[in-house]
Each structure stands twice: as structure tokens, then as C-alpha cells.
């Protein structure tokens, strides 16, 4: 089990794909000779040769050669170097690699994994900081995971590629250069779907994914100080989406906060908050939903600072729902 940072996890899991199953490609923007913006496909290029490539600027024709090489037997992982770029190619995305299996009656699937990057980081501003799993969760025929931690950025992407439908894997800039962990590189493909409790409590229930997961943590400790026990329950994967796990851990606590880092309106989790009223869980409480105010990034570090969940903020606004206060 080697120690790896989140976004050598990435590059760990790309060689392992490349390596076991000869028809995938890399591609994308400065992916092939310079090894990606971010470092996470460094290396592929000169063990795989042209299998890893460069393309032009161009996200329509990145994601349109994609879907056809995808239907025609490739297994392409392309990345999309900010998600907020994937929105110049919505078309390709949403109409074709969607829809392949549908209108094809399943004679053809679309294998194609497609990796990015979103999330707020310091100067990121307004069109390189938007946070749209929602955007992609509204369409069916898309899988959509979000990795936390250097096991999952591998365990994830593993199993993106294997499946035979279209999948999002968006993982976070902040994370790529963090702590490394032990990772291990060699067990079988995870299903999807799964939830996970990553700390155990009995007073609210903190549903989370991505990079909040671990303000979201933090925030559960500090909860913990002023008598509150927080259970956190983590969902990497938000299609297929463990409504099972989320409706059995609120109906325990009596209580149900979502977090994320997207803004509130429209945001997964009015639909976690929608999935647990209509499986008739009595809570305590109003479920509450805590996300970025809907306004668009500044470039001002300290103003963008202000406006994304913290550990600070999460765990007053979890106090109040606990004490029964009401929230500003």
C-alpha cells in the first residue's frame, strides 16, 4: 500500500487502466507531453506512447470523439480541465453520450470517462469555480462520483472506466497536492453506489460529498465540543446514490443537514432533503440545506473565502437545527 497523495492516487489508477485494459486512451488538453496542468497524468505518455495524447482547445470535439470512440469499442478517459469548461460541450455530453444506449435500443453503449476538476481555489473567479454535479445529475444516463480522499480518487476512477455507461468523475484542484495516505492499488473494481459513514453520531445526521467532506468532519468536532454528536455520513458517489443509507441514518438522528460546496438553490441536496421527506422519516427538525448564497465567485480570495461553507460555519448553523433556533 504506497503513500499517495489525491492526485498521484489519479495518476496511479490511470496507469493500472492503461495497463489492464489496451483499449483505453487518455486524452485532452496537455494531458499527453506535459502530464496535465495538474501533474495527474504525468508519465503516461512515454510508457503508453500515443494511447495518451494531446488535443487542440476544443471541448466539443474532446467529448464528440469520445462518444464515437467509445461506441466503437475504445474505453477513452478524456479530461475536461475545469468543469465549468464542459458546459462548451453540453451537447455531446447530454444528447449523445447520454442517450447511446437508449436510442441504440442497447445495441451500443457509450464506455467513456470523463475526468475533471471544479471547486473554488484562491483567484479561481467566477468561470473557473462553479460547482455543477447538479447540472449533470438532472440527466439520466450519467453516472456522477466525486472522490474525497486518495483511495477514492483511485477506487472511484477504477470504476468509472470499467462501466459501460458515460461517467463523471469530478475531483477537486485543492485536493491534488494534499497529504499522502496509503493506498491500496491492487483490489478488485468497487461497485458503485455506496455510501459511508465516516464518523458515527446520534444527534443529526451531516450528509456530504467531495472536498466539503472534510470541512464537513472538522465541523462534527467541533460540534462534538458543545455536546452535539454528529454522524457524517459521505456520499462519493451521487449516481447511482445510496438513498437507503442517508434515509436509515436521518431516521436514527432525527435530524438531517446537507452540505456541498455548489450554491444552495437547485443544489443535490434539495434532492437528498426531497428523498428523505418522501420516505416519511419524522424528523426533529426542518432539514437543512448549507451551501454556497447564490452569487457568483469574486476573484478576492478573502471575498470568496467568505462565501464557501466552512468548518466555522457549518458547525453554527448544525447547533442552531440542534437547539431548535432559528436560522438567519
Known amino acids: 500500500m504506497p503513500d499517495l497523495s489525491y492526485g498521484e492516487a489519479v495518476n496511479a489508477a490511470l496507469h493500472r487502466l492503461m495497463e489492464e485494459l489496451p483499449e483505453t486512451l487518455v486524452y485532452g488538453e496537455d494531458v499527453g507531453v ?3 496542468v495538474f501533474g495527474v497524468t504525468r508519465g503516461l505518455r512515454k510508457r503508453f506512447g500515443e494511447r495518451a495524447f494531446d488535443t487542440p482547445i ?3 470535439a474532446i467529448l464528440g470523439s469520445a462518444v464515437g470512440a467509445a461506441m466503437m469499442g475504445r474505453r477513452p478517459i478524456v479530461e475536461i480541465m475545469w468543469a465549468d469548461f464542459s458546459l462548451v460541450a453540453l451537447d455531446q455530453i447530454v444528447n449523445q453520450a447520454a442517450n ?11 464506455p467513456l470517462t470523463i475526468r475533471t476538476q471544479q471547486g473554488n481555489a484562491p483567484g479561481a473567479c467566477a468561470q473557473h469555480s462553479q460547482c455543477l454535479e447538479a447540472l449533470f445529475l438532472h440527466v439520466p444516463g450519467l453516472r456522477v462520483c466525486l472522490p474525497s480522499t486518495p483511495q477514492d480518487a483511485y477506487d472511484l476512477l477504477v470504476s468509472a472506466v470499467h462501466c459501460d455507461d458515460p461517467v463523471l468523475v469530478i475531483e477537486n484542484r485543492t485536493l491534488y497536492f494534499g497529504p499522502k495516505e496509503p ?5 478488485a473494481v468497487r461497485p458503485m453506489g455506496a ?18 467532506t472534510h470541512r464537513v468532519l472538522e ?18 458517489w451521487l449516481n447511482p446514490f445510496d438513498t437507503e443509507a442517508v434515509v436509515e441514518s436521518a431516521r436514527r438522528t432525527g435530524r438531517l443537514a446537507v452540505v456541498h460546496e455548489a450554491n444552495v438553490t437547485g443544489g443535490f441536496g434539495a434532492e437528498v432533503v426531497a428523498r ?15 451551501g454556497t448564497p447564490d452569487v457568483r465567485m469574486p476573484a478576492a480570495p478573502v471575498l470568496a473565502q467568505a462565501l464557501v461553507p466552512d468548518a466555522a460555519r457549518i458547525s453554527g448553523d448544525v447547533l442552531a437545527l440542534v437547539k ?3 436560522l438567519g
Request: proline share 7%; hydrophobic share 40%.
Open 34 to 36: 506535459p502530464g496535465g
Open 58 to 60: 476544443s471541448e466539443s
Open 100 to 110: 447511446v444506449r437508449y436510442v441504440s435500443e442497447g445495441r451500443l453503449t457509450a
Open 183 to 187: 493506498v491500496e492499488t491492487g483490489r
Open 195 to 212: 455510501a459511508r459513514t465516516r464518523r458515527a453520531g446520534t444527534d443529526v445526521t451531516l450528509v456530504t460529498w467531495g472536498a466539503m
Open 219 to 236: 465541523a462534527a468536532e467541533m460540534l462534538a465540543g458543545r455536546g452535539v454528536d454528529a454522524e457524517v455520513l459521505e456520499t462519493p
Open 276 to 290: 428523505v421527506a418522501g420516505a416519511g422519516v419524522p424528523l426533529l427538525a426542518p432539514p437543512l440545506r448549507i
Open 324 to 326: 431548535g433556533e432559528a
